[in-house]
């Protein structure tokens, strides 16, 4: 079974550009979530998706930045534009999204620099 | 947002010895998670945990959720090189979906 897929696997643009990152989950997982991780950090939640909704985006800065999931299935996270302090690891993990089973896995993350 | 207390944070061990870690809370949580993460890769998981008092086992990695719900412990026997990497706990409370995250325990094992 493959499983959550991510691209690109690294990004360096320079600051006021625009990035969007890509996340294809595991198949038949409902659930999927974006999350930012800093260096020597754990995940932090920017937003969950059940199906096509997004259900939590309380920490999702939306001034700059948004995502979409439109068939369900794959996912799109947008910065726009990317900031200094945006530099970091951009997580997509998925789970089946029962209540009591939250088991989500992750893909590998992409790497963003901004200059 | 609130973390988990995780502890310790970095571990620096001979190859063979045994490893314990664990993650408190001040609150009750109803699912525990243990991940590990390698250079350039997302959180791996390794073991779940879904009862208070619940042993879990996969290899030669052993954890348990604490009978308060607030705390859980993750112990590795006879380390090897390959155990090398970032493991990270995170804690579900109640329903919500949304997993609370320590800040994890770096291991490193000298061969």
Not at chain 1, 40 to 52: A, F, M, S, T, V
Not at chain 2, 94 to 107: D, E, M, P, Q
Request: aromatic share 10%; net charge negative.
């Amino acid at each position: 079974e493959a499983g959550v897929v991510q691209s690109p696997r690294y990004k360096i643009i320079e600051k006021k550009q625009p990035v969007a990152f890509w996340c294809n989950p595991i198949s038949g997982h409902n659930t999927l979530y974006w999350y930012l991780q800093n260096l020597g950090q754990g995940p932090e939640l920017l937003i969950r998706y059940e199906n096509e909704e997004a259900v939590d985006d309380s920490q999702l800065p939306k001034d700059r930045f948004s995502a979409e999931r439109l068939k369900g299935v794959d996912s799109t996270l947008k910065i726009q534009p990317a900031e200094l302090g945006d530099s970091a690891v951009y997580l997509c993990a998925s789970s089946l999204g029962t209540a009591t089973l939250n088991e989500q896995f992750f893909g590998p993350g992409t790497r963003l620099t901004v200059l | 947002g609130q973390q988990l207390n995780q502890s310790p944070q970095s571990m620096f061990i001979q190859e063979g010895e045994d490893v314990s870690m664990n993650c408190t809370s001040s609150s009750i949580f109803n699912t525990w998670l243990w991940y590990k993460q390698e250079p350039g890769e997302g959180p791996v998981l390794l073991i779940a945990l879904y009862k208070a008092g619940e042993l879990t086992s996969n290899g030669r990695l052993t954890a348990q959720f604490g009978i308060t719900r607030k705390d859980s412990f993750l112990n590795i026997s006879a380390s090897i090189p390959s155990d090398v990497g970032i493991y990270f706990c995170a804690g579900q409370l109640g329903n919500n979906r949304k997993l609370i995250w320590g800040l994890g325990t770096s291991l490193a094992v000298n061969p």
